[in-house]
């Protein structure tokens, strides 16, 4: 079964930065796209940023433009999010997720979520 653990969220103060990563467990398979959502309460499951592995692309969510970086670690089923000038519109639960896609599948994968927490 295929397991992604997210790392790295607390509770930080407007400007600082923090570093999410995901690591996935439980496949050989490389998953090839991976990034993060986040919800906030009330609100919608929101695409913070994507990074895929066989091309090197990242997509980032309009909000972190610029603050936030999104990568592929070496081992090939990790993914990690710096995020940088944090305001308190961050706060929310990051859930790591993977896409792993062939020509007649796909699956999602989805880890547990991360509170991350920004005040002013």
């Known amino acids: 079964q295929v397991k992604l653990v997210e790392s790295g969220g607390g509770s930080v103060q407007t400007g600082d930065s923090l570093r999410l990563s995901c690591a996935a467990s439980g496949t050989t398979d490389t998953i090839n796209t991976m990034g993060w959502y986040r919800q906030a309460p009330g609100k919608l499951r929101e695409l913070v940023a994507t990074?895929?592995?066989?091309?090197?692309?990242?997509y980032y969510g309009e909000p972190v433009k610029g603050r936030f970086t999104v990568s592929r670690g070496s081992a090939k089923n990790t993914v990690t999010l710096q995020m940088n000038s944090l305001k308190p519109e961050d706060t929310a639960i990051y859930y790591c997720?993977?896409?792993?896609?062939?020509?007649?599948?796909?699956?999602?994968?989805w880890g547990q979520g991360t509170q991350v927490t920004v005040s002013s």
């Open positions: 997720y993977g896409v792993w896609s062939s020509a007649s599948q796909r699956r999602e994968y």
């Open positions: 990074a895929i592995r066989r091309d090197g692309s990242t």
